[in-house]
């Protein structure tokens, strides 16, 4: 017993063997349930499954932002550029009520607008909270640490020139894609491709790692445009002046490159400011020069000339009678503002006779006539590729009526674009050569084509100067230095229910300089002046004078007219210099 | 050192005999601690605080507390201890009660188990574990003899138990009643107690540990989450399927230190219970094994050093030992398991590794006290000699 007790006393090996075992049986479990999470394959929950669910919570494919390609003038100043821009976005399911207070605060709008934003979208996990922030903005929206925000880089467009070349760019819609206007003619060009890359996140949807480059972004191509925005800048502030000062519901300005057949400026009014469009007015958004059509009136009347000339009927010399200043023809009656007596062509073109070009007309034929129009250009597509240009109307019959010849002749029953009318008048500032017009830089090869032989051009433009001299209709026109060749236009214009409308009318200047070797056309179309004054010797010319002036100056060309105070200060500069 | 050891142990002197084989596995296990708590701590604390060394900064400060308290408890002789260790355990019971007072205890997550005392947060049931075992180690040494054949002192062990359970339940706290439960069914186990009483006893600790699973549906749902966690990832079983997401990306070797994408909030608070498995993400199943390795050494070391005692019948320190072993055993199995998915989501902490003042500065004073027995051994070895 007391050996027993002995023995008993002494610690029982066994229990201490048995305790072990449980104790090593501890680990040994871990080891395997932790072999089976991270090294053992083919395991219902094992770690092919661990990884895939944690890739499926924090590996994402983000876009990563491109910006679109820049507009450019053909000196590369810049008419529109992307700039980065931070949005912030919410999640209206993880914004906590609590947090609309602070929020609200900082996206500066009342606590109830944000409210019912939220409510209204409650099902949705993605609205936008704020847009087009600047870095600064965005980041101290953010440092609330508010649930369920996150930022967004986009590209926001700016406009440098803002409503001086509002119409020609266009707009982007709130995608960054192209709207209005260039932009959106030539969207696929300009946009940039987003790229997609790997990435890891943390639960805030904050960025911790870059995995891999799935797809690189791609910027947009920049587009280089013919325009030159300084005469742009001249045409377009004139054109506004000259509105304002005639009241006129709107206007356009179109300037061509004779030698290439680029587009230097083309304005219109009204304009918007394209960088904030809070007040857009939609009838501010078209590029009247290309989309708006008019009759082209008396501006068409060097063309007749043409037609006159080519069908060997009548030459320079060649005397119309036009009194008693009044011509009926069928039922209609058309009436010179004075009698004019006899007139040669010249007259008949400066002094603007509807007379004396009905008496051409109705002893030409009808198809050769309309032909002539066709060459120049009339009725036929520009090739711009500018969203909602107009082809203009130029119609043709089998038979023609007396008086729709004779009004054909003198403008009207056919309709042009200002930029067609401009492209008409560069065949003659070509001397009969047709280019095509361009708007974007180096385009390639010019396709050029003789519609006129180089003599008959040069008769016309030689009668198209007189009109811009003392004695012409378009003597406003005249500008210091160079010489002129144009032809005015008053139009009736057109009424709602048909017909004409006798009080509305649209003034125009077509024309070219310098005369003697030709460099720059100008369109001028005023549309509803309404300050008394409305003929286009009037309203348009002077603008004509004023923005082509401009524009050779800025092209440096070189005068080819004498004046006499520029020969007098030439002299004094040589007397100076011999004394 | 020297000299301050010998002012403190005028009587038993020379106690500067540190056993490495413990004390460095401690001090590399507090180390890798220091490491991955500034690793998954940063981010969260960013978070909630604005402040990424917050807890990094407090870790620190309590590493730096431990290891001086290690120190004192190193120098403290052993029967100081286990003379003091009744009042203590009732001091620590007072305290336990205390914590349950509305309006006096912390609550965080649901359970109430601190207490603010001068700015520092005290967690009662881990000071508690250390008493315990003090007080049940000195308790059966006194009544060894009478245990072997007669069960009835063992009566106020349990009513003590008891009493301490049902506090800790009230928290709640099962982590501990588990580990103290199992703790003191290990200690009984080997004091030599007769097998039908031991049997008994084990079988009323299954039938109550499965009424109380029972009784609150907030514990069932944790014990039969684990089990499916993906079926209820967005709910109930999120923090561990967020775990188990870190094991798998961990694979042989670990995304490396730093690395980590789980401790990106995707597991919150990862510093405290979830520690290891922000580890085993960072350094792989590789370093899994060395980690478990070194717990399994530690702890090796000290249960042959209880064997040491039991058989020199220095019962009080074989005891003690022997409850320090196994609940070091026990709580490090608790933790890795939950981590893992191996059991019930409960919040344990990993012993010298996780964030948590009190169960690092507990650890340590045990650790001390371990080392201090490692010591006299030695000596009473060189004696032998």
Same mark, same amino acid.
């Given at each position: 017993?007391? +050996?027993?007790?002995?023995?008993?006393?002494?610690?029982?090996?066994?229990?201490?063997?048995?305790?072990?075992?449980?104790?090593?049986?501890?680990?040994?479990?871990?080891?395997?349930?932790?072999?089976?999470?991270?090294?053992?394959?083919?395991?219902?929950?094992?770690?092919?499954?661990?990884?895939?669910?944690?890739?499926?919570?924090?590996?994402?494919?983000?876009?990563?932002? &491109?910006?679109?390609?820049?507009?450019?003038?053909?000196?590369?100043?810049?008419?529109?550029?992307?700039?980065?821009?931070?949005?912030?976005?919410?999640?209206?399911?993880?914004?906590? %009520?609590?947090?609309?207070?602070?929020?609200?605060?900082?996206?500066?709008?009342? $606590?109830?607008?944000?409210?019912?934003?939220?409510?209204?979208?409650?099902?949705?996990?993605?609205?936008?909270?704020?847009?087009?922030?600047?870095? &600064?903005?965005?980041?101290?929206?953010?440092?609330?640490?508010?649930?369920?925000?996150?930022?967004?880089? =986009?590209?926001?467009?700016?406009?440098?020139?803002?409503?001086?070349?509002?119409?020609?760019?266009? !707009?982007?819609?709130?995608?960054? +894609?192209?709207?209005?206007?260039?932009?959106?003619?030539?969207? +696929?060009?300009?946009?940039?491709?987003?790229?997609?890359?790997?990435?890891?996140?943390?639960?805030?949807?904050?960025?911790?790692? #870059?995995?891999?480059?799935?797809?690189?972004?791609?910027?947009?191509?920049?587009?280089?445009?013919? !325009?030159?925005?300084?005469?742009?800048?001249?045409?377009?502030?004139?054109?506004?002046?000259?509105?304002? =000062?005639?009241?006129?519901?709107?206007?356009?300005?179109?300037?061509?490159?004779?030698? @290439?057949?680029?587009?230097?400026?083309? &304005?219109?009014?009204?304009?918007? #400011?394209?960088?904030?469009?809070?007040?857009?007015? =939609?009838?501010?958004?078209?590029?009247?020069?290309?989309?708006?059509?008019?009759?082209?009136?008396?501006?068409?009347?060097?063309?007749?000339?043409?037609?006159?000339?080519?069908?060997?009927?009548?030459?320079? $010399?060649?005397? !119309?009678?036009?009194?008693?200043?009044?011509?009926?023809?069928?039922?209609?009656?058309?009436?010179?503002?004075?009698?004019?007596?006899?007139?040669?062509?010249?007259?008949?073109?400066?002094?603007?006779?509807?007379?004396?070009?009905?008496?051409?007309?109705?002893?030409?034929?009808?198809?050769?006539?309309?032909?002539?129009?066709?060459?120049?250009?009339?009725?036929?597509?520009?090739?711009?590729?500018?969203?909602?240009?107009?082809?203009?109307?130029?119609?043709?019959?089998?038979?023609?009526?007396?008086?729709?010849?004779? @009004?054909?002749?003198?403008?009207?029953?056919?309709?042009?674009?200002?930029?067609?009318?401009?492209?008409?008048?560069?065949?003659?500032?070509?001397?009969?050569?047709?280019?095509?017009?361009?708007?974007?830089?180096?385009?390639?090869?010019?396709?050029?084509?003789?519609?006129?032989?180089?003599?008959? %051009?040069?008769?016309?433009? #030689?009668?198209?100067? %007189?009109?811009?001299?003392?004695?012409?209709?378009?003597?406003?026109?005249?500008?210091?230095?160079?010489?002129?060749?144009?032809? @005015?236009?008053?139009?009736?214009?057109?009424?709602?229910?048909?017909?004409?409308?006798?009080?509305?009318?649209?003034?125009?200047?077509?024309?070219?300089?310098?005369?003697?070797?030709?460099?720059?056309?100008?369109?001028?179309?005023?549309?509803?002046?309404?300050?008394?004054?409305?003929?286009?010797?009037?309203?348009?010319?002077?603008?004509?004078?004023?923005?082509?002036?401009?524009?050779?100056?800025?092209?440096?060309?070189?005068?080819?007219?004498?004046?006499?105070?520029?020969?007098?200060?030439?002299?004094?500069?040589?007397?100076?210099?011999?004394? | 050192?020297?000299?301050?050891?010998?002012?403190?142990?005028?009587?038993?002197?020379?106690?500067?005999?540190?056993?490495?084989?413990?004390?460095?596995?401690?001090?590399?296990?507090?180390? *890798?601690?220091?490491?991955?708590?500034?690793?998954?701590?940063?981010?969260?604390?960013?978070?909630?605080?604005?402040?990424?060394?917050?807890?990094?900064?407090?870790?620190?400060?309590?590493?730096?507390?431990?290891?001086?308290?290690?120190?004192?408890?190193?120098?403290?002789?052993?029967?100081?201890?286990?003379?003091?260790?009744?009042?203590?355990?009732?001091?620590?019971?007072?305290?336990?009660? *205390?914590?349950?007072?509305?309006?006096?205890?912390?609550?965080?997550?649901?359970?109430?188990?601190?207490?603010?005392?001068?700015?520092?947060?005290?967690?009662?049931?881990?000071?508690?574990?250390?008493?315990?075992?003090?007080?049940?180690?000195?308790?059966?040494?006194?009544?060894?003899?009478?245990?072997?054949?007669?069960?009835?002192?063992?009566?106020?062990?349990?009513?003590?138990?008891?009493?301490?359970?049902?506090?800790?339940?009230?928290?709640?706290?099962?982590?501990?009643?588990?580990?103290?439960?199992?703790?003191?069914?290990?200690?009984?186990?080997?004091?030599?107690?007769?097998?039908?009483?031991?049997?008994?006893?084990?079988?009323?600790?299954?039938?109550?540990?499965?009424?109380?699973?029972?009784?609150?549906?907030?514990?069932?749902?944790? *014990?039969?989450?684990?089990?499916?966690?993906?079926?209820?990832?967005?709910?109930?079983?999120?923090?561990?399927?967020?775990?188990?997401?870190?094991?798998?990306?961990?694979?042989?070797?670990?995304?490396?230190?730093?690395?980590?994408?789980?401790?990106?909030?995707?597991?919150?608070?990862?510093?405290?219970?979830?520690?290891?498995?922000?580890?085993?993400?960072?350094? /792989?199943?590789?370093?899994?094994?060395?980690?478990?390795?070194?717990?399994?050494?530690?702890?090796?070391?000290?249960?042959?050093?209880?064997?040491?005692?039991?058989?020199?019948?220095?019962?009080?320190?074989?005891?003690?030992?022997?409850?320090?072993?196994?609940?070091?055993?026990?709580?490090?199995?608790?933790?890795?398991?939950?981590?893992?998915?191996?059991?019930?989501?409960? /919040?344990?902490?990993?012993?010298?590794?996780?964030?948590?003042?009190?169960?690092?500065?507990?650890?340590?004073?045990?650790? /001390?006290?371990?080392?201090?027995?490692?010591?006299?051994?030695?000596?009473?070895?060189?004696?032998?000699?």
């Amino acid at each position: 017993m007391a +050996a027993n007790k002995a023995k008993r006393t002494s610690a029982p090996g066994w229990r201490y063997i048995l305790l072990s075992l449980v104790l090593v049986s501890l680990p040994i479990s871990i080891i395997v349930k932790v072999a089976y999470l991270q090294i053992l394959p083919n395991h219902e929950f094992g770690v092919d499954f661990l990884k895939h669910q944690g890739e499926i919570r924090s590996v994402r494919n983000i876009e990563i932002p &491109a910006p679109r390609g820049a507009i450019l003038d053909r000196y590369g100043k810049p008419l529109a550029i992307s700039t980065p821009v931070i949005d912030i976005v919410g999640n209206p399911q993880k914004i906590k %009520s609590a947090d609309y207070r602070r929020l609200s605060k900082a996206l500066n709008i009342s $606590e109830k607008e944000l409210q019912d934003r939220l409510t209204l979208y409650k099902e949705k996990s993605f609205i936008y909270l704020a847009r087009h922030l600047s870095d &600064a903005d965005a980041e101290a929206i953010l440092d609330l640490e508010v649930e369920g925000l996150y930022r967004e880089t =986009q590209y926001k467009r700016y406009y440098p020139a803002g409503e001086v070349t509002a119409q020609l760019i266009g !707009i982007t819609d709130y995608q960054d +894609a192209g709207q209005e206007g260039l932009e959106l003619a030539f969207n +696929a060009w300009l946009k940039g491709e987003r790229g997609t890359r790997k990435v890891v996140q943390d639960v805030k949807s904050r960025v911790i790692n #870059n995995l891999s480059l799935v797809k690189p972004s791609k910027p947009g191509n920049d587009l280089e445009l013919s !325009i030159d925005l300084r005469i742009q800048y001249a045409a377009y502030t004139e054109l506004k002046k000259a509105v304002k =000062q005639h009241k006129a519901q709107g206007g356009s300005i179109v300037i061509l490159d004779v030698l @290439t057949g680029e587009i230097l400026a083309m &304005a219109n009014q009204p304009s918007f #400011n394209p960088n904030n469009r809070e007040s857009l007015n =939609q009838m501010a958004l078209r590029n009247r020069a290309i989309t708006d059509l008019i009759e082209p009136g008396s501006t068409v009347k060097p063309f007749t000339m043409l037609a006159a000339l080519e069908s060997g009927q009548y030459q320079l $010399e060649s005397l !119309i009678d036009t009194s008693p200043g009044y011509l009926k023809v069928e039922y209609k009656t058309f009436v010179d503002p004075v009698n004019y007596g006899e007139l040669d062509l010249r007259g008949v073109l400066s002094k603007s006779s509807q007379v004396g070009t009905t008496k051409i007309a109705l002893n030409l034929d009808a198809h050769e006539m309309r032909d002539v129009f066709s060459r120049v250009g009339f009725g036929e597509y520009l090739g711009s590729g500018f969203p909602g240009e107009s082809m203009g109307m130029l119609p043709s019959y089998r038979d023609w009526h007396p008086v729709t010849q004779a @009004t054909f002749a003198f403008g009207y029953g056919l309709s042009a674009s200002p930029l067609q009318l401009a492209r008409a008048y560069g065949v003659l500032a070509n001397n009969g050569l047709k280019k095509d017009i361009k708007l974007l830089l180096d385009e390639g090869e010019t396709n050029v084509s003789r519609v006129f032989s180089s003599d008959l %051009s040069k008769t016309v433009n #030689n009668m198209l100067e %007189s009109v811009v001299s003392e004695s012409g209709t378009g003597k406003n026109a005249m500008i210091p230095h160079y010489r002129v060749a144009g032809k @005015t236009a008053t139009l009736h214009k057109v009424k709602a229910g048909g017909g004409y409308d006798e009080n509305k009318y649209v003034s125009a200047f077509a024309g070219f300089s310098p005369a003697s070797n030709p460099r720059v056309v100008t369109v001028v179309i005023i549309d509803e002046p309404s300050e008394g004054k409305y003929f286009g010797g009037l309203v348009a010319a002077p603008i004509f004078s004023k923005v082509t002036e401009r524009a050779l100056q800025l092209l440096r060309i070189s005068p080819d007219k004498q004046s006499s105070s520029w020969v007098n200060h030439e002299n004094l500069e040589e007397q100076g210099k011999s004394s | 050192m020297i000299s301050k050891s010998t002012m403190l142990n005028s009587k038993d002197n020379n106690h500067v005999n540190i056993d490495l084989s413990i004390f460095l596995p401690a001090l590399f296990l507090i180390s *890798i601690g220091i490491v991955m708590i500034s690793s998954s701590s940063l981010s969260w604390a960013q978070y909630k605080f604005n402040e990424p060394l917050f807890w990094i900064k407090r870790h620190t400060f309590y590493v730096l507390l431990s290891l001086t308290l290690m120190f004192f408890s190193f120098h403290t002789p052993v029967r100081v201890w286990r003379k003091y260790s009744f009042p203590l355990l009732m001091f620590c019971i007072v305290l336990l009660g *205390i914590v349950l007072l509305p309006g006096i205890g912390i609550e965080r997550n649901g359970s109430q188990r601190w207490i603010n005392v001068f700015g520092f947060t005290l967690q009662v049931s881990e000071w508690i574990k250390l008493s315990f075992i003090a007080f049940v180690a000195h308790y059966l040494a006194d009544n060894r003899v009478i245990l072997l054949s007669d069960p009835k002192p063992l009566i106020p062990i349990f009513l003590i138990f008891f009493l301490i359970s049902f506090l800790l339940i009230l928290e709640p706290d099962f982590g501990s009643f588990v580990l103290l439960g199992f703790t003191l069914i290990s200690i009984l186990f080997i004091s030599g107690i007769k097998l039908r009483y031991f049997l008994i006893l084990s079988l009323l600790a299954i039938i109550s540990f499965w009424l109380l699973a029972e009784s609150s549906p907030y514990r069932l749902s944790r *014990i039969t989450s684990y089990l499916d966690p993906w079926s209820q990832r967005f709910s109930s079983g999120y923090q561990l399927t967020q775990a188990l997401i870190a094991f798998g990306r961990g694979e042989w070797f670990g995304v490396g230190l730093g690395q980590s994408v789980q401790k990106m909030l995707y597991l919150p608070e990862a510093h405290t219970d979830f520690v290891f498995a922000i580890f085993a993400e960072e350094f /792989g199943f590789f370093g899994v094994l060395i980690l478990v390795g070194t717990y399994c050494f530690l702890i090796f070391r000290i249960l042959s050093l209880s064997w040491f005692y039991l058989n020199k019948k220095d019962y009080f320190s074989g005891f003690f030992l022997l409850g320090v072993g196994t609940l070091f055993a026990g709580q490090t199995f608790i933790n890795l398991g939950v981590n893992s998915g191996l059991l019930p989501t409960k /919040g344990l902490t990993l012993p010298f590794l996780s964030y948590g003042g009190n169960s690092l500065l507990v650890s340590c004073i045990m650790l /001390g006290m371990v080392l201090r027995l490692a010591s006299d051994m030695r000596e009473s070895k060189e004696v032998g000699k």
